[in-house]
Antibody
């Protein structure tokens, strides 16, 4: 059973870059034919898909965020990461990392954008 | 983008009674590989979402058999045969057939 855990700063200043890492345990990130990705949930609101990376390295991003998002994989650490640039208060949300097509979820981490 | 529309948005249910949630997509969710990547997620209060049903009707590991999914094409349904207290939360449908993956607005299930 895969387990995913997000890590990263809980507070980011406006205009800066949000950086989060997801550590995968219980399986190898490179041996599973999975998508690995990120989803966010603003406080009290619904779910928004940010983007995914296939185990082969292909990336797919939400068009609404594409110009600001980068998702990458570090197979040596069994991790994948999210970078979201030029953040504003609208990017305040709980960020979840995801394995498969929604099969496995991290616990989520709240990121607040504020000066 | 594929728009996912759930009804109802709120569902007060008596314990032990059934509940049903509908999800409609703005276009067919049949993938070119023949599969339909429609999932149902449960989010209990203060918890992350968890997968209940994948590819329309397949229960994920550990999901009680009172949860069932059905449908095809653009119309899908999640049914809870007998609602228990632990089923309180928000339920989302999600499509992963086409990028960007999209979600329904969520249906809040609460006990009357």
């Amino acid at each position: 059973q895969l387990q995913l855990q997000e890590s990263g700063p809980g507070l980011v200043k406006p205009s800066e870059t949000l950086s989060l890492t997801c550590t995968v345990s219980g399986g190898s990130i490179s041996s599973s034919s999975y998508y690995w990705g990120w989803i966010r949930q603003p406080p009290g609101k619904g779910l928004e898909w940010i983007g995914s990376i296939y185990y082969s390295g292909s990336t797919y991003y939400n068009p609404s965020l594409k110009s600001r998002v980068t998702i990458s994989v570090d197979t040596s650490k069994n991790q994948f990461s999210l970078k979201l640039s030029s953040v504003t208060a609208a990017d305040t949300a709980v960020y979840y990392c995801l394995g498969g097509g929604g099969d496995y979820w991290g616990q989520g981490t709240l990121v607040t954008v504020s000066s | 983008d594929i728009v996912m529309t759930q009804t109802p948005l709120s569902s007060p249910v008596t314990l032990g009674q059934p509940a049903s949630i509908s999800c409609r997509s703005s276009q067919s969710l049949v993938h070119s590989d023949g599969n339909t990547y429609l999932s149902w997620l449960q989010q209990r209060p203060g918890q992350p979402p968890r997968l209940l049903i994948y590819k329309i009707s397949n229960r994920f590991s550990g999901v009680p058999d009172r949860f069932s999914g059905s449908g095809a094409g653009t119309d899908f349904t999640l049914k809870i045969s007998r609602v228990e207290a632990e089923d309180v939360g928000v339920y989302y449908c999600m499509q992963a057939t086409q990028f960007p993956w999209t979600f329904g607005q969520g249906t809040k299930v609460e006990i009357k």
